[in-house]
T-cell receptor, first 111, second 115 residues
């Protein structure tokens, strides 16, 4: 799996958009960008994934640059419950794939 | 709740004791994974089952660790002769075999403390 680089921590004011960056300059053509989050004392939770087009679901939006070397996860209106560690991962879509997690970004949503 | 369940949620043991954790995956999921997570780190892959077959083991899985999935449903992870370095959160995840994606659903984890 390609490696990713994320800032170790970020703060965001409640109600504002949280923009979490991720660099993945060695991503391969068949690798997707996945985002998970882990709320304290819980298992990781899938958020969203994409290949090259921007994606949106009920939880977040994923913006992938045209060269696919970086991406941004956007939580449009952060709440206190969004305080968590966010992991950016790149891997092949489908089939068996163990997930290789890094350290992630600790997002603190501030009241 | 039809999510992944793990038992126990917390386990405290003395060094040298054996411990066993159980994971019940989502019922239609054929793939099952075990991960270990230490404080401040992301989860690390330990082992993978497809149905009852253990298809991959990480180098992290020393000979004191053994995982089973006897009937292709629930799985157990046993640690023999526990050491203080085994203290961690042990996470189980499951995913479907068929279909285009293999999105993994994680359980809440078992937190092990070795005294």
């Amino acid at each position: 799996d390609a490696k990713t680089t994320q800032p170790p921590s970020m703060d965001c004011a409640e109600g504002r958009a949280a923009n979490l960056p991720c660099n993945h300059s060695t991503i391969s053509g068949n690798e997707y960008v996945y985002w998970y989050r882990q709320i304290h004392s819980q298992g990781p939770q899938y958020i969203i994934h994409g290949l090259k087009n921007n994606e949106t679901n009920e939880m977040a939006s994923l913006i992938i640059t045209e060269d696919r070397k970086s991406s941004t996860l956007i939580l449009p209106h952060a709440t206190l419950r969004d305080t968590a560690v966010y992991y950016c991962i790149v891997r092949v879509y489908g089939g068996y794939q163990k997930v290789t997690f890094g350290i992630g970004t600790k997002l603190q949503v501030i009241p | 709740d039809t999510g992944v369940s793990q038992n126990p949620r917390h386990k405290i043991t003395k060094r040298g004791q054996n411990v066993t954790f159980r994971c019940d995956p989502i019922s239609e999921h054929n793939r099952l994974y075990w991960y270990r997570q230490t404080l401040g780190q992301g989860p690390e892959f330990l082992t993978y089952f497809q149905n009852e077959a253990q298809l991959e083991k990480s180098r992290l899985l020393s000979d004191r660790f053994s995982a089973e999935r006897p009937k292709g449903s629930f799985s157990t992870l046993e640690i023999q002769r526990t050491e203080q370095g085994d203290s961690a959160m042990y996470l189980c995840a499951s995913s479907q075999l068929a279909g285009d994606d293999n999105e993994q659903f994680f359980g809440p984890g078992t937190r092990l403390t070795v005294l």
